[in-house]
């Protein structure tokens, strides 16, 4: 992020509360509308590297915090940034201190409380490359945010249909979901397409 827009998006984080909440708003909405121009091209995983990942993660922690502040068409901008900067630096296994801590906040952010299934399903085809402790925490915040059928759904689409050869991967994100205590009305659909396998 550019050093002058930088200091003058933490400025308005730090002021918010003194200012006018309208005002407020606009400039934080003003100052991502620059971000992201200036930034279009990390919208595309090819145009990151990993030197500069740290930063742009970094860029994303901030971007984060002001999220109560965007629209609906800026959030889904940050969506789809956010989804860009975890694929990058979870396949290419880049070194970034407290990566798994802004997992976990895009996890709490985007799944359970703005319930984005864009960010929902990033992570999931993500979930192999994270520790057991953020791939705990995906499946409580989807079971918290009501989203368990739906992450199913996506899955079985993904597969196309439930085989022999791929009902026990579907059975995992079942297991994975009683787990975190979804209940069985959200499960039941996975559950019959598996059984017509057996």
Request: net charge positive; proline share 0%; aromatic share 8%.
């Given at each position: 992020m550019d050093e002058r827009i930088k200091l003058e998006y933490l400025n308005r984080i730090k002021n918010t509360d003194q200012a006018n909440?309208?005002?407020?708003?606009?400039?934080?909405?003003?100052?991502?509308?620059?971000?992201?121009?200036?930034?279009?091209?990390?919208?595309?995983?090819?145009?990151?590297?990993?030197?500069?990942?740290?930063?742009?993660?970094?860029?994303?922690?901030?971007?984060?915090?002001?999220?109560?502040?965007?629209?609906?068409?800026?959030?889904?901008?940050?969506?789809?940034?956010?989804?860009?900067?975890?694929?990058?630096c979870l396949t290419n296994r880049c070194k970034i201190y407290d990566f798994d801590k802004y997992l976990l906040k895009v996890i709490r952010r985007f799944i359970n409380m703005e319930r984005d299934t864009s960010v929902m399903f990033c992570i999931f085809c993500m979930l192999d490359y994270c520790h057991n402790d953020i791939q705990d925490t995906y499946y409580l915040n989807i079971v918290r945010s009501g989203l368990s059928g739906t992450l199913l759904e996506y899955y079985i689409d993904l597969l196309g249909t439930v085989t022999n050869q791929n009902k026990e991967s579907v059975l995992d994100v079942v297991q994975n979901l009683k787990t975190a205590g979804a209940q069985r009305v959200d499960l039941e659909e996975a559950i019959k397409l598996v059984c017509i396998c057996e």
């Open positions: 909440k309208t005002q407020a708003t606009h400039c934080i909405r003003e100052t991502f509308d620059r971000y992201m121009s200036i930034n279009q091209h990390l919208m595309s995983s090819q145009f990151w590297n990993k030197m500069e990942a740290k930063q742009h993660v970094s860029d994303c922690q901030m971007l984060l915090e002001l999220m109560e502040y965007l629209d609906r068409k800026r959030k889904r901008q940050l969506s789809r940034l956010v989804c860009v900067s975890i694929e990058y």
